[in-house]
């Protein structure tokens, strides 16, 4: 496993639960690596001339911009190796080896948390039948919900998770600080928010939608605008973001 | 009962259901009227001159700019009144009433999903201690999260719930049709979505936050504004938001 961060960690460990060996964890940050190994029950090293060169499978679990640099700096030569990116190509492989191909698994990581990866998709690439099997193979020891993903689609759907995860935190963070500046809980807005994303389990969320924007209340919508006068960045993605469901109104 | 929209629907129910008496609905629309009538075991009106006058008390659920005009146009002189909106304040009803509140259930509603109001917050605001106090009786007995909220505090509640819920709501719009022009399904990302709402159950938000502008990953920022090329609205909240995540990065 190259890369301990948030995704690291939690694909190692489901892999490591599910009957997988990690033989050993890179991270540039010793401790990473260490307490990763420590729960997989692998060995650990932050030294480029220290990775095992034997493992049937290298798992690239960097930042986009790191892979190209480990690549290069690392020859690991028509060795079996994924990147987990949703936005590199596969073929980022392509100079330095002739089995490769992607590990995508779809979902907000982080290490405190570690997640059970049954239900998590996992989006494989490969770069013929012959690895896209083997993919198949260990992808479907750990989620029941694996697909084969192009690269083009593969980048469609983590623009997609970048709205509907990295984007809704941000509005959830927006939200706590709103009430934390006036002494509000957060747990005010808890039940609230639980409820938005249990909605479009059942429906479409273009249909679950609700609020002053859909309701075309502009009273409303002005006086937000008021209320965040100080907040150039909050107030801009008030008013975009209430133009942009004004928009599908009829 | 005096709307029967989104809110209306759930809020009627939930009190019927906890075994208070509907006398009425009353709604412009006919059809809406009958129908919530119907679910409470109700009369139904949709006309202002047959509005039941000895009723206990008056639940206003309605937008909020209909509020005003209902109360000029239809002289409840003296009535409890209640409206359920998080940003009109307690006092529209001063010129009208001289026992008068808010009941402000702080959830996103349909009218065909109908909700259990047990864990939903309801923030009430009375005239006085003991119309406060009536106000506190009647919610408790729909919700066991019941608190007194001043008009500010409420308005400040309502603009955080537009962003936790409305433009979260919006985010996964967003990612339903970029999904949608490439043919993927939406499924892909239901676990993405239930994921990122579990997570501010344990941690606040900001330190639940993940993505392509924490990890001021520019190179990924960039390419995604490209593949938004032609969706103005999209592009500008995708910067605007990212924009915000990056600064709040150290």
Known sequence: MIGAGNLGTNL????????YQIVQVFSRTSESARKLAKKTNALYTSSLDEIYPYADLYILALPDDAVLGFLKSKKLNNFFMVHTSGSLPVSVFKPFSNKFGVF?????FSKNKILNFTDIPVCI???????ESDLMKIAK???????????EKRKQAHLAAVFACNFTNHMYTI?????SRKNISFDLIRPLIQETSEKVKLMKPALAQTGPALRKDKQILSAH???LAKDENYKKIYSFVSKSILSKTK
């Open 12 to 19: 190692a460990t489901a892999i490591h639960k599910s009957g």
């Open 175 to 179: 939200a706590d600080e709103i009430l």
């Open 104 to 108: 995508y698994p779809l979902q907000t």
């Open 125 to 131: 690439e490969g770069n013929d039948k012959r690895t």
């Open 141 to 151: 020891n750990i989620s029941r919900n694996v697909m084969v993903l192009s690269s």
């Open 225 to 227: 605008m008021k209320m």
